[in-house]
């Protein structure tokens, strides 16, 4: 993708740009759809292939309660983006400036003037603008003035409705991890640092890697014990994923640790990549650490008794794809280069 910070120096030259633009939280299978889309048309035209999206979430720029946990970081969207062919990736940074901006102002301002749209597409319930105040309808009597077309596309939709990411959020928080994954196309994913933890895993047999997630506003599924996949300095681990707040011993504060099967040496500093691949049980308080011990046994055998039914079943462990290589080293994504996208300030276009 293409990387640059000023929008009109590189961008402005191409004139011929086809663009898709919304939040994208999660770059589920409704998402990549509508993405899929864009690449295709752009290959086919010789056009360059442009994903707008805003950074922060807007609902918690507009002060709205409760506003939604992230499904996607940034940094997570560049990965997953790259991976998908996107040219280019724009992030408009959304401010109260930015969401008081003048509908037909957005439009003239980002798609006519700095990426010279000729084509843009969305969904059909896309809103841009102060108050929302763009829709569909004024989007295309804005691109016949101004010479682009507008594709709008129909929400995806599975058994349970709409696939969307409010959807993808209530499963997660309900441990509905199967139906979030399935959604997601893919296993939800945390990204952070290995910290310092209280030693009580290694008390009980189980040492884990305890995580601080880099982004403060990343969705954190609900409490239990998860079957997962990390990647730690370069090498894939299978292992168990525990969230909670360990109530066994009175924790009051929720921690996120990962113990890694075979795992040897010091992980503390490292980054980590851990893909959550099974929902096994919602966190509990036992009586003592014996039954503590005894029930992480229990679900240590569950645990490698579903990676080996995965490996059989699909010829291997599940892998770690799209994960930005240089930042978490994972052997298995495309190394991203030194920044790949374009950031926006709406304000001073």
Known sequence: MLITKRLRAHLAPHRRSIVAFGVFDGLHRGHRALIGLLTARARRRR????????????????GRRPWPMILTTLAEKEALLAGMGVDVLGIIRFSARTAATDPAAFVRRILVDRLAATEVIC???CGFGKDRGGDLRLLRSLGDDAGFTVTALRPLANRAGKVSSTGIRRD??????????????????????????????????YPTANIRLDDAAKLVPADGVYAAAAAIGGRRYSGMLYIGNRPTFGGARRQIEFHAFGARGRLTGRRIAVDLLKYLRPDRAFADA??????????QRRIER?????????GGPAALDSCPARRYN?????????????????AKT
């Open 47 to 62: 056009a360059v292939s442009v994903v707008l999206t805003f950074e922060p979430h807007p609902q918690s720029v507009l």
């Open 123 to 125: 969904g059909e319930d």
């Open 172 to 205: 997660l928080l309900a441990g509905e991890l199967a139906a979030a994954n399935r959604v997601l196309g893919r296993p939800y994913r945390l990204l952070g640092t290995i910290v310092p933890g209280y030693g009580i895993g290694r008390t009980l047999g």
């Open 290 to 299: 014996k039954q503590l011990r005894d029930a992480i046994a229990a679900d």
């Open 306 to 314: 579903y990676f080996r039914r995965r490996a059989a079943g699909r």
């Open 330 to 346: 994972c052997s298995t994504a495309q190394p991203l280069g030194p920044g790949n996208q374009i950031t926006i300030d709406i």
